[in-house]
Nanobody, 128 residues
């Protein structure tokens, strides 16, 4: 069974840190670019970060650049999002996603439409 499962969310005070994990199973996710998106209540899902299948290229939204770091393990089946200096505006449900349409691609998509498989999300809440 194909699965993407996020974990690591929770409640943290502003300025704190969290590390999100996305565990992939049931497919060759190591061949795919992986992305992180987030969605706050009443807002559209927005791009946060993405990484190529090899991990050699990364992309970040301007709002998180310098604070968040995306990475993946050597097997490529777990993707991480290290979130530092968290702000209340980072509060959202965070989703990981896979671009299964173009394996081995150097492209790191920044739009929802470029990802075809999604996890269930994990809640991140940053208090003032």
């Amino acid at each position: 069974q194909v699965q993407l499962v996020e974990s690591g969310g929770g409640l943290v005070q502003a300025g704190g840190s969290l590390r999100l994990s996305c565990a992939a199973s049931g497919g060759t996710f190591r061949s795919y670019a992986m992305g992180w998106f987030r969605q706050a209540p009443g807002k559209e899902r927005e791009f946060v970060s993405a990484i190529t299948w090899r991990g050699g290229r990364t992309k970040y939204a301007d709002s998180v650049k310098g604070r968040f770091t995306i990475s993946r393990d050597n097997a490529g089946n777990t993707v991480y999002l290290q979130m530092n200096s968290l702000k209340p505006e980072d509060t959202a449900v965070y989703y990981c996603a896979a671009d299964r349409t173009r394996p081995y691609s150097p492209v790191v998509g920044e739009t929802r439409e470029e990802y075809d498989y999604w996890g269930q999300g994990t809640q991140v809440t940053v208090s003032s």
